[in-house]
């Protein structure tokens, strides 16, 4: 067969490499992936393995330079510097899609606004109402936030039975309500203030800015930028993981070279004829190079950064999390049934009530807009997978939680995230069942 000389050549490796592309690219496997990490880990810590299990998680490593240290358990590292990797692609999505994607129209964005405002403070509310001056009632952040890879995973195995505006709703939703919940953390989880640390953060993210308006546009260069903010809002007292979000937002949404520019460039390199013009120190070589910077500048830099770090952070960062935090040795001695039982009724109840109300209230207004392939019914339905909470509230029951009562905060949270997906996914299989049978929009 003849080769299509209008694609890439085809390597033998490209026989391996391609279907794990197209792996990477299934929403539902990041959930899948996700899932398995939470079920080794409650394998583990409840086998003989157990102790070792813990033990591995708690050991420190870092770096030394004469007096100064840092060392950290593997733990740290992994809730408080990749999950900063996390954040910045939550602020990177967030940002493309109020830039350049459907959150654009005002009256659009409201409405997961809204949602992610009710699918906030009714929990909170429930939560606090539940526990009462109890010393736990501090943990309220733990209720607040939506798992983004549960999510999209569920919706994903659910396939064309739910609308795509389900889809985007539910996406900007999560979106929003990790954002809060991360300045939640930043204001009420984190230490006590050093000000010169401080002071180093905010004079790096005022390179970061002065470097992104002169036109730097070199990868390592932004990336010892970050590190170095990281460890100076680290040692500020406040927690690590906002510089993610920060640099994320101040992350240009626009390319640097048009549609125009690019044709125009790459129009240069089409007319010269076949033959060795690559090669020395030539014009034509020179023109190559010139083009294969601009088919790579022609992309955003949020989009850019979108497509290379979503694969580790949906089949590395988030898995890794899952397997350091998920595990909970279940020995109902230990368990507080209060606490446990005021986490799981605040995710299955009160985030899908908090979402719908705000949501009615804000359309009702008008504030905001319900898209018309969006039914009401098909909208309550997706409000009950909100109830999944497993990424942010395990990480927030880290931080506000005692190690005596983070059992119970697990129990709670792994319960309430089980029995929202089920739900939530019955629920839409149901309405798209009733869809199909009727022929009407339910």
Not at 242 to 253: I, Q, R, Y
Not at 342 to 359: E, N, R, T, W, Y
Not at 415 to 427: D, E, K, P
């Amino acid at each position: 067969m003849k080769e299509d000389i209008g694609q890439l050549p085809r390597e033998l490796a490209d026989h391996f490499t391609g279907p794990f592309l197209r792996f990477l690219r299934i929403e539902a496997m990041a959930g899948a992936v996700l899932f398995v990490c939470v079920v080794i880990a409650l394998s583990l810590a409840n086998s003989g393995w157990a102790a070792q299990y813990f033990a591995l998680w708690d050991t420190h490593f870092g770096f030394s330079w004469g007096n100064l240290g840092f060392t950290r358990s593997i733990q740290h590292w992994i809730n408080d510097a990749a999950m900063t990797l996390f954040f910045f692609v939550v602020a990177l999505e967030l940002k493309r899609e109020m830039v350049l994607g459907e959150l654009r129209d005002l009256k659009v964005a409201v409405m997961p606004l809204a949602g992610a405002l009710g699918g906030m403070v009714f929990p909170v509310g429930l939560f606090l109402l539940l526990v009462g001056d109890a010393p736990s009632a501090a943990g309220w952040g733990t209720v607040m936030s939506t798992d983004t890879a549960f999510v999209i995973g569920c919706l994903a195995l659910l396939g064309r039975r739910v609308p795509e505006s389900l889809r985007l709703f539910l996406l900007a939703l999560a979106i929003f309500d990790d954002i809060a919940a991360i300045a939640v953390v930043a204001v009420s989880y984190s230490g006590a203030l050093q000000w010169v640390p401080l002071v180093l953060a905010a004079s790096g993210f005022a390179i970061v800015m002065v470097a992104a308006r002169i036109g730097i546009r070199s990868v390592p260069f932004y990336v010892v930028l970050g590190v170095g903010i990281w460890l100076a809002v680290d040692a500020s007292g406040i927690h690590a993981t906002l510089t993610g979000v920060v640099l994320g937002l101040m992350t240009p949404a626009r390319s640097w070279v048009s549609d125009d520019r690019l044709h125009a460039i790459l129009d240069r390199v089409v007319a010269y004829p076949p033959g060795r013009h690559w090669s020395g120190d030539t014009v034509g070589r020179r023109d190559l190079q010139r083009a294969g910077v601009a088919t790579r500048e022609a992309m955003s830099p949020i989009e850019r950064l979108e497509i290379a770090l979503h694969p580790w952070i949906a089949f590395a960062v988030m898995p890794i999390f899952a397997l350091a935090n998920a595990g909970v040795t279940f020995v109902p001695a230990t368990v507080d049934p209060a606490l446990a039982t005021a986490i799981f009724l605040s995710f299955v109840v009160g985030k899908p009530v908090g979402i719908v109300v705000c949501c009615a209230l804000f359309v009702e207004l008008k504030l905001a807009h319900r898209p018309s392939d969006l039914p009401w019914s098909t909208l309550t339905a997706g409000s009950l997978l909100a109830g999944i909470g497993f990424t942010m509230a395990l990480f927030i029951g880290g931080l506000a939680f005692s190690p005596e009562l983070i059992g119970s905060v697990k129990v709670g949270i792994l319960a309430a995230s089980l029995i929202s997906a089920s739900f939530g996914m019955l629920a839409l299989r149901l309405l798209s069942v009733a869809r199909v049978s009727t022929g009407a929009r339910i």
